[in-house]
């Protein structure tokens, strides 16, 4: 079966132009003293990107906990229950979490991703501790403050760190505020690999972030827009490192300038393999400095009122040997580390998971989400077809199934079960029982070969829907007999459903059921299925007698390869003989077809279309001609029966109203 393609448009010229007006939101047209490079040109993932970047993602990557479960977490017990578990889990931290004793550790096994809920996830008075052998951890969004003891700004007696790594590979530590912690904010420590921290705030405190504690030259790490404020030392000190590579890191305001030696910002130690770039240093003792086994390249960097040492020696390494990166000019850096570095909102409040990335199928991803999940969660299946059935309970709401393909036709949903095995539910594709759930940019496809079977029970669903405030945006759903059914849990229950720039294409009933439903700005596309006389039905709406809107289909365009006048607009469908199923139906404002009856509504078993609630207004096309036998709506009926008002309910839903 052949669909229309998306309407989707790529606009180059628009994205431009927001990333120039995003620059000139943040103030940064202005470059600064020497040491400023000529913008380059680069490949990089985007600021938002839930994938690791730099060092952590080589060698098979860091994706932490995917593939795991999805848990949320309140307290001390449940986040050292998890973290500390063999399997792979994604644990969202939700509000303030104190860790008892005072300093304690919470250990982090492997394949475990931290991340904080909205920007008010934190962890108080404790350490996230990696032994040896951890590997493949995330660690996002967090706060992780006050595990110092007053009065003991050396830390001689006590090893409280913000996060502690030993003999670790492929960890990320991105977009996490730490303070005022006793010892390190952060220790990367005894050969540790693959390792890339990034979007963090290293505030209020003596001993940042230090790294070695090793006579080896093994470890790799990135450190990119960082902000290290009112910090003394290690910000940060890199001891026997094969390659250290800090870009776009903003130093500024040390917290004891006056100390002559262990106030600092960047040290190159032992053997280490060191190249900073594009790094802003402002009110800095020591910006920059190398032992003499060491090596330090620096390149495009903006100093402002820094004293003391400033090394440059040896060739060090090329980053880009290595991998891709964005590398922003050095004047932007206090502006975009100030605005998009620490805990964001738009980080921690939703979750995404990618099929086949973390996740083998669809399914498995639905899976992985809670049930009673509060937060938006985010399936995103990558281009492919995928052939399997999906089904979203009603216990897990808020999920969105999102093709990542240029165009909708990229990325299918298939399989092919007809009603015959398992009823006309059991034969859907896709299963939608669950409440605010959204699809966009997938085809949606039951490609069951009706012609070459005979069954008794032909329909075989692409989509079911029961649950309410369920969106579908740049959507094609493929069938034949029943491909699309918009439900509800019952026959007094109204659901509601819209359907917008969109593709569906069927022959017998192909858009039916009872929830309130709009089309919109989509294409309607009526098979045919030989016959000289009748093709099928569009729609087969089941509306409860007690909602007056039932079927609302809008601004759209009815296609058919059927012989003119060979197609109905529908038929009133009552459920097991439900005299309350009473159908509502408005086709208006949309092209018809030639295909189209000049009698278009008929009767189904037993039941008359005449006692339906059938009407079409301001149709157009060859198949638009009013007789006898076509309702139309008045206007003053008209302006009560628009999208807004089909999908306002109780609540003001008004999906229609976006963009």
Request: aromatic fraction near 8%.
């Amino acid at each position: 079966m052949t669909h229309f393609h998306s309407k989707r448009l790529s606009r180059p010229g628009v994205v431009l132009a927001a990333v120039a007006g995003l620059v000139a939101a943040l103030g940064l047209g202005t470059v600064g003293e020497a040491h400023s490079a000529p913008a380059t040109a680069t490949v990089a993932a985007p600021r938002w990107s839930d994938r690791a970047h730099g060092f952590a993602s080589l060698a098979g990557g860091t994706t932490g906990g995917a593939g795991g479960k999805v848990v949320t977490v309140t307290d001390r017990a449940s986040l050292a229950a998890y973290a500390a578990a063999e399997e792979p889990y994604v644990i969202r931290i939700a509000g303030s979490i104190a860790v008892e004793p005072f300093g304690a550790e919470i250990a982090v096994a492997s394949d475990k991703t931290l991340i904080g809920v909205g920007d008010t996830g934190e962890i108080v008075h404790g350490e996230l501790h990696l032994a040896p052998g951890t590997h493949n951890v995330i660690i996002r969004n967090l706060t992780i403050r006050d595990s110092a003891v007053e009065g003991d700004w050396d830390c001689k007696d006590t090893d409280f760190d913000g996060i502690q790594m030993d003999t670790v590979h492929h960890v990320w530590v991105d977009h996490n505020r730490f303070s005022n912690i006793c010892d390190g904010q952060l220790d990367v420590r005894k050969d540790s690999e693959y390792i890339t921290v990034s979007y963090n705030r290293f505030e209020n405190n003596n001993k940042t972030f230090g790294l070695g504690w090793t006579t080896d030259v093994r470890t790799q790490i990135t450190v990119d827009h960082n902000l290290f404020a009112n910090t003394k030392q290690r910000n940060p000190s890199v001891d026997n490192a094969a390659y250290a590579h800090l870009y776009n890191n903003h130093l500024t305001a040390q917290a004891d300038p006056g100390d002559p030696v262990w106030t600092y910002g960047n040290w190159s130690r032992g053997r280490t393999k060191m190249v900073i770039e594009n790094s802003y240093y402002r009110d800095v003792q020591h910006p920059y400095q190398a032992d003499t086994t060491a090596e330090l390249v620096q390149r495009g960097s903006i100093l402002r009122n820094t004293t003391g040492r400033h090394d440059e020696w040896g060739a060090a390494f090329e980053p880009r040997d290595f991998y891709a990166y964005r590398l922003d000019p050095a004047a932007a850096v206090p502006a975009l580390v100030g605005r998009f570095s620490g805990p964001q909102k738009r980080i921690g409040s939703a979750v995404t998971l990618q099929v086949p990335g973390d996740y083998p199928t669809v399914q498995a991803a639905v899976d992985a989400v809670p049930q009673g999940n509060s937060v938006p969660v985010t399936v995103a299946v990558a281009p492919g077809v995928h052939r399997e059935k999906v089904f979203i309970p009603a216990g897990k709401p808020k999920i969105s199934l999102q093709g990542t393909g240029q165009d909708r036709s990229d990325t299918v949903i298939v399989y092919d079960t007809p009603a015959a095995y398992g009823g006309s539910t059991g034969s859907a594709t896709v299963r939608i029982a669950a409440d605010d759930v959204t699809v966009r940019h997938l085809t949606l496809s039951n490609d069951f070969d009706e012609a070459a079977h005979e069954l008794n029970a032909e329909q075989a669903l692409a989509v079911k829907t029961t649950g309410d405030r369920i969106v579908f945006e740049d959507t094609a759903f493929l069938g034949n007999q029943d491909t699309l059914m918009t439900d509800s849990p019952g026959l007094d229950v109204i659901s509601r459903v819209y359907i917008r720039d969109s593709f569906i294409e069927g022959d017998v009933d192909f858009v039916y059921g009872r929830a309130t439903t709009v089309v919109e700005r989509s294409v309607i596309r009526a098979l045919s299925r030989g016959s000289d006389s009748n093709n099928g039905y569009i729609t087969a709406a089941s509306t409860w007698s007690g909602n007056p809107y039932g079927f609302l289909i809008t601004r759209c365009r009815i296609v058919s390869d059927a012989p003119a006048g060979t197609f109905h607009l529908g038929r009133p469908w009552h459920p097991g003989g439900e005299p309350d199923a009473v159908a509502q139906v408005l086709i208006r404002d949309t092209e018809l077809p030639a295909a189209v009856k000049a009698a278009p509504w008929t009767d189904m078993s037993g039941f008359s279309w005449r006692d339906a609630r059938f009407a079409e207004y301001r149709n157009h096309g060859p198949g638009a001609a009013v007789t006898a036998d076509r309702p139309q709506m008045t206007d003053a009926e008209a302006r009560t029966h628009t999208v807004a008002d089909y999908l306002r309910g109780t609540d003001d839903w008004a999906p229609h109203a976006r963009r």
